[in-house]
């Protein structure tokens, strides 16, 4: 068999069903008269929708939580990457400004992107 995980919702299923059906065996196999049935399932019902409460304010706070780390997670990535490409852009500018000065020290002329060539038409 399969290992599936279908989250809180599946195992909150799985508690109310298999609640229902321990409550249906009882009042199957305890001799009671029809008040005491009926009072009985009055009461397991009130405790179960109790119990599906809790458990469904739990996953939400679960839910609520996770997706607070996760948001503060994207955060803090989103703040590292944009200050990693600051420090690529300044590097980058210093890179280019020595670059320009360096020609300029050397007098380097220029070359045309499109062509390739010197400004005075020489290769």
Do not use: C
Request: glycine share 6%; net charge negative; charged share 30%.
């Amino acid at each position: 068999m399969a290992d599936q995980d279908h989250g809180p919702f599946a195992f909150l299923t799985g508690l109310l069903v298999g609640a229902a059906a321990g409550v249906a065996v009882a009042l199957m196999s305890t001799p009671r008269s029809g008040e005491e049935t009926i009072e009985l399932v009055r009461e397991r019902g009130i405790q179960l929708k109790m119990r599906a409460e809790e458990l469904g304010n739990q996953t939400l706070q679960m839910a609520s939580e996770q997706f607070n780390k996760t948001q503060e997670s994207i955060y803090s990535f989103e703040t590292e990457v944009l200050e990693r490409s600051w420090d690529v852009e300044e590097q980058t500018q210093t890179e280019l400004q020595k670059a320009i000065d360096r020609m300029d020290e050397e007098e380097i002329p220029l070359k045309t992107p499109m062509t390739d060539r010197e400004p005075d038409g020489t290769s």
